[in-house]
């Protein structure tokens, strides 16, 4: 019974249970859709069926089903609901007009699928280490809160000059809750600050080379958002778009700023004559072997075949680096958490020794 319900709340982002489209929801979405179909039903017959299994998603799939039955195609229904994306709309009617509607809802379902795979694998990565840093912050905090004025009452009343880093740790200790106040504080300001800002080109610019540069995290970060472009770029041409349009979509449906801007400059450069390899190598954010396979595609016209193989590489990369970074998380903070205990024990430790060594 333990068992299940852990199992019922790991998998509960991936039910309908909000009326939100989030990545989750829009992976079971198009999976059904793509399997009910395949089993040879009508897309509006699959909208009400999945209308009737999700009271929370009730609204939006009466509402497509009503769009459907009044002459729509799914495509413009998805579009007129505001709960999906252009690229997403835009890549339904490319499925609609090809006669590959099943193969683009199973594209899309997988698309999904490896978004949401990345952000599992993460959290499940990084999990461990932020429990440790919250354990860590509560001892110190212990510490310095109780433990440290207790051995501070026993120091007045020996008397005696007390060694630098003793003072040091019961100054700290004074200020203890203070310092809690603030950091708390700064970090409800930062965060507003974000959502405020987060929109502001002078903002998120800067931020997002930030992220870049941070050590392992930087590189999973970048992978991961290559990893969905290159699986957006392979999707759409391979349903003959053309570059144009296709870089169009996926930079309407790229979550990060510095992708989602090279591929406006891109998109410019095309027009002016440039090749797509040539406009990316001026984006730091795309390494030169992306590049290099890219310009070898371009000649022999295998662009879609190119992204598909990148994606799977970026996909396989970012399962190690994220091994990795859990495997150097876990004892760092250890480390760290050792090395502030230690130096707090020793400062309180240290003067009774002096203490011992006086009366001897």
Same mark, same amino acid.
């Given at each position: 019974?333990?068992?299940?319900?852990?199992?019922?709340?790991? %998998?509960?982002?991936?039910?309908?249970?909000?009326?939100?489209?989030?990545?989750?929801?829009?992976?079971?979405?198009?999976s059904?859709?793509?399997?009910?179909?395949d089993?040879?039903?009508?897309?509006?017959?699959?909208?009400?069926?999945?209308?009737? %299994?999700?009271?929370?998603?009730?609204?939006?799939?009466?509402?497509?089903?009503?769009?459907?039955?009044?002459?729509?195609?799914?495509? %413009?229904?998805?579009?007129?609901?505001?709960q999906?994306?252009?690229?997403?709309?835009?890549?339904?009617?490319?499925?609609?007009?090809?006669?590959?509607?099943?193969?683009?809802?199973?594209?899309?379902?997988?698309?999904?699928?490896?978004?949401?795979?990345?952000?599992?694998?993460?959290?499940?990565?990084?999990?461990?280490?932020i429990?440790?840093?919250?354990?860590?912050?509560?001892t110190?905090?212990?510490?310095?809160?109780?433990?440290?004025?207790?051995f501070?009452d026993v120091?007045?009343?020996?008397?005696?000059?007390?060694?630098?880093?003793?003072?040091?740790?019961?100054?700290f200790?004074?200020?203890?809750?203070?310092?809690?106040?603030l950091?708390?504080?700064?970090?409800?300001?930062?965060?507003?600050?974000?959502?405020?800002?987060?929109?502001?080109?002078?903002?998120?610019?800067?931020?997002?080379h930030?992220?870049?540069?941070?050590?392992?995290?930087?590189?999973?970060?970048?992978?991961?958002h290559?990893?969905?472009?290159?699986?957006?770029?392979?999707?759409?041409?391979?349903?003959?778009?053309?570059?144009?349009k296709?870089?169009?979509?996926?930079?309407?449906?790229?979550?990060?700023?510095?992708?989602?801007?090279?591929? %406006?400059?891109?998109k410019?450069?095309l027009?002016?004559?440039?090749?797509?390899?040539?406009?990316?190598?001026?984006?730091?954010?795309?390494?030169?072997?992306?590049?290099?396979?890219?310009?070898?595609?371009?000649?022999?016209?295998?662009?879609?075949?190119?992204?598909?193989?990148?994606?799977?590489?970026?996909?396989?990369?970012?399962?190690?680096?994220?091994?990795?970074?859990?495997?150097?998380?876990?004892?760092?903070v250890?480390?760290?958490?050792?090395?502030?205990?230690a130096?707090?024990?020793?400062?309180?430790?240290?003067?009774?020794?002096?203490?011992?060594?006086?009366?001897?």
């Amino acid at each position: 019974m333990k068992k299940n319900k852990q199992l019922s709340w790991y %998998q509960k982002d991936i039910r309908f249970s909000s009326n939100k489209m989030n990545a989750s929801k829009k992976e079971v979405f198009y999976s059904e859709l793509f399997t009910l179909m395949d089993a040879g039903l009508s897309i509006y017959s699959v909208l009400l069926l999945l209308a009737k %299994q999700s009271p929370k998603q009730n609204n939006l799939f009466v509402d497509l089903s009503d769009q459907l039955l009044n002459g729509s195609t799914l495509s %413009q229904a998805m579009r007129n609901s505001e709960q999906f994306t252009a690229y997403e709309y835009f890549t339904v009617q490319i499925g609609e007009d090809s006669g590959n509607l099943k193969i683009v809802l199973n594209d899309l379902a997988l698309y999904y699928k490896e978004m949401v795979s990345q952000r599992r694998s993460l959290i499940s990565t990084l999990s461990y280490p932020i429990i440790l840093i919250f354990t860590a912050f509560l001892t110190v905090f212990f510490m310095l809160k109780f433990l440290v004025p207790m051995f501070e009452d026993v120091f007045k009343r020996f008397g005696g000059e007390l060694p630098e880093v003793t003072k040091l740790v019961i100054s700290f200790s004074h200020n203890v809750v203070w310092v809690f106040y603030l950091f708390v504080f700064f970090f409800l300001v930062a965060y507003v600050f974000y959502k405020n800002f987060k929109n502001k080109d002078w903002f998120i610019s800067p931020w997002s080379h930030f992220l870049l540069k941070i050590p392992i995290v930087g590189e999973l970060i970048r992978k991961t958002h290559l990893s969905r472009m290159c699986h957006s770029m392979s999707l759409l041409l391979s349903a003959n778009l053309s570059l144009e349009k296709t870089l169009v979509l996926v930079e309407k449906m790229s979550f990060f700023y510095l992708i989602k801007k090279s591929l %406006q400059e891109v998109k410019e450069n095309l027009i002016q004559g440039s090749s797509l390899s040539q406009s990316l190598s001026k984006f730091s954010i795309y390494d030169s072997k992306m590049v290099s396979l890219i310009e070898v595609a371009e000649r022999s016209n295998q662009l879609s075949f190119i992204f598909k193989k990148l994606n799977q590489q970026y996909e396989s990369e970012l399962s190690h680096q994220s091994k990795l970074l859990g495997i150097i998380l876990e004892p760092a903070v250890i480390l760290i958490l050792g090395l502030i205990v230690a130096l707090i024990l020793v400062a309180m430790y240290l003067p009774m020794f002096n203490l011992s060594s006086s009366f001897i």
